[in-house]
């Protein structure tokens, strides 16, 4: 599953997935293009990620896309 803390900011087209971790004051800005957050990937404490132009795709945990 799964954990979003209190505190976490996802605003636009951000797609998660699975055992997906992202911890208190992590913010996520996708309001020009997608984002997608890979199976088992970990977003720590006050981490900011702001997309602006061509797609973004992350690789998860696996080197999977």
Do not use: M
């Amino acid at each position: 599953s799964t954990i979003l803390f209190e505190n976490t900011s996802i605003c636009g087209n951000v797609t998660i997935g699975e055992k997906v971790s992202i911890f208190p004051g992590a913010s996520i800005r996708a309001e020009d293009v997608a984002v997608t957050i890979g199976e088992g990937t970990n977003i720590q404490d006050n981490c900011v990620i702001h997309i602006r132009g061509n797609k973004i795709l992350w690789k998860d945990h696996y080197g999977r896309k």
